[in-house]
């Protein structure tokens, strides 16, 4: 588990890696392959990874239930621990490298573009979830800690709707993510249908 863990790990960062080598080329030699937009590049790739392990996060119990792994839970929290920290990198270089140390302008920007307004709602509801992703945490709040989670599926709607939103022209990328998210609410959605009539069938036998 622990090498599974490591391999978890070095896959999560690696995107993280490879644009910061790419932010040091760009920076040292101006060809750093970020293209003609390095800022726009460089928000678009932490948020697109933010929302990739946040859809990877929410796939694992639908997998856990297909396949009977229940080791692949232990996996979930830490890809949305990720999923925050990519997001908070996203929201970081807009600040610093969009609006220049500007912050203030951020409540304007929220304020008059919706798609900032609920990226950033996004961000901020991740944030109880990340502080309560330790063992401790869910001892401590017991059964309110699942029902604070289930907040995981509200932000995941507002992240594809703040990248929906973003895109101007070409929407078949959110339109894939939206169409992933559909599935894995959806399974949720038929396996608390099922469990539910398999207990009235059971209630109703005796």
Known sequence: MIAAKIVVHALALTPAAILAWQIREEFLTGSGGLGADPIAAIEHRLGLWALRLLMVALAVTPLRQLTGQAALLRFRRLLGLYAFFYAS??????????????????????????????????????????????????????????????????????????????????????????????????????????????????????
Do not use: C, N
């Open 89 to 206: 990198l996203h929201l970081a270089a807009y600040l610093i490298l969009d609006l220049k140390g500007y912050w203030t302008q951020i409540f304007e920007e929220i304020a008059k573009r919706p798609y900032i307004t609920v990226g950033f709602l996004a961000w901020l509801l991740l944030i109880p979830l990340a502080l309560t992703s330790t063992q401790g945490m869910m001892r401590r709040l017991g059964r309110l800690w699942g029902r604070l989670h289930q907040l995981v599926y509200v932000i995941a709607v507002l992240a594809v709707l703040h990248f929906w939103w973003l895109v101007k022209s070409d929407i078949r990328e959110p339109a894939l993510y939206a169409a992933i998210l559909a599935v894995l609410l959806g399974w949720r959605v038929w396996r608390r249908f099922a469990e539910a009539r398999a207990r009235a069938r059971q209630a109703a036998a005796r």
